[in-house]
């Protein structure tokens, strides 16, 4: 079992930041790939960021410049950082890890997600 949690969301105004967490437990030997996902009312889930064990990393267009994903490997722990917040990046945020578990086998797994609303 894998459990991915996300923490820091919460209800911040324009041009503000938040914090994004996800910490990631169980029976984990490796994760490769993490990443956060956003998904706003009536849209589909989209990808926001992600980033390889060793770092590579990628964004959405809507977020180069303002959003900032890492990762702690030591602690299995993946952030994203936000800043310039917009009304517009509004939406519930799930973690996504690739995981090699105790059972030697490879598996997808999702956070809960945890909802950031901008509004003044």
């Known amino acids: 079992q894998v459990q991915l949690v996300e923490s820091g969301g919460g209800l911040v105004q324009p041009g503000g930041s938040l914090r994004l967490s996800c910490a990631a437990s169980g029976s984990i030997r490796m994760i490769n790939a993490m990443a956060w996902y956003r998904q706003a009312p009536g849209k589909e889930r989209e990808l926001v960021a992600a980033s390889t064990r060793v770092g590579n990393t990628n964004y959405a267009d809507s977020v180069k410049g303002r959003f900032t994903i890492s990762r702690d490997n030591a602690k299995n722990t993946v952030y994203l950082q936000m800043n310039s917040l917009k009304p517009e990046d509004t939406a519930v945020y799930y973690c996504?890890?690739?995981?090699?578990?105790?059972?030697?086998?490879?598996?997808?797994?999702w956070g809960q997600g945890t909802q950031v609303r901008v509004s003044s």
């Open positions: 996504n890890a690739e995981v090699f578990t105790s059972a030697l086998r490879w598996g997808d797994y």
